[in-house]
């Protein structure tokens, strides 16, 4: 004697098997805010169908309720108030009581019930899971270092309302054991996860400038996402040097992070200079020019300055030299360094 020994392949997970009948359902993931179908058929049956019920269990309605009902003449009639976003899309003669819900939120999420009330042999029902995912909103934060000696917070990376859960992690290989980080994750009564990586390290100038990249995987994601960030550390203007770039023009050196801005202040209302960002030139070579000119560079951090002391005297191209100077003087805390200018400069006459 042989038995007829049935193997339950996968996909008849959701098959209720009667004789000669069955209820088509099925399971369906969807990204939140997208468009889902609820399929829900009945085949192989020549019952006459006199209603379709739909009831849905919510993670907010844990009551399997009766929310929509098809009927043959009616159509579709909300149980317990309308929502707009369901829409039945399938048709009513051919036992097909699909629905297509659109704008799917994370509360949709649950089990869906599909009932066909059929004559002679009664209800016969599916459930379907509708699974709705999310993928995190993601940004890096710069937490804005500045310069020092002590582990700080460099930046966090954030992976938002995820759902399932996102990895979020950074990629340090070229920094070792000069950075570290943590990660942290908090989820909510809706499902959803923030997670955060916190990057840490010592602020010094030599890693400032350095890129890291922070990595964001989830199962809501089609692929992960890679957000580069660049190490920045920030400071005030360091000395601010004046240096010569030609017989007559001057620039402002310093460094900072952010960039500096320069101002130049000048000794008296002056038509004969030009004055753009850190450049200072001199147009003409008269003892109008004579004075200190002080430059000024500063950023969000702080501000420092430098200054040139110009003097023009007439005089015979012989004692140019000795009667026409610039002396540049720097701020040292303290003292007052001056240092005598030499160069071209001095080869020119200044005849008056
Ligand atoms: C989930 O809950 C968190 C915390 O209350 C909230 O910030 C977030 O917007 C919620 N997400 C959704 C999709 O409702």
Redesign the pocket.
Known sequence: MVKNIRKTKPAERFLFHFPALQVIGGSVTVV?GGTAILPCHVIDTNDDLTQITWQRRTREKPHNDNFLTILPREGVQFVNGGDDRFKYIGNFNNKNGTLQLSNV??KDEGSYTCIFTLFPSGNQKTEILLIVI?PPFTNIKDNLPTLGKEEVLFATCTAA?SKPPAEVRWLTDALGDKVRTTTNSTQ???D?TTTVSSLFGVPTSEINGHQVQCVISSDAMSKEETLPFSIQIYFPPTEVNIRAISENSFECVTEANPSANFTWNLPSLQSAVKVDRAKLQLLSLTSDLNGLYQCEASNAYGSKHGQIYVHVASGTCSAAWASFAVFLFLNVIGAAAWWFFKSGYFQRCVEQ
């Open positions: 939140q939120a994370l999310g309302g909510y009564d809706n959803t």
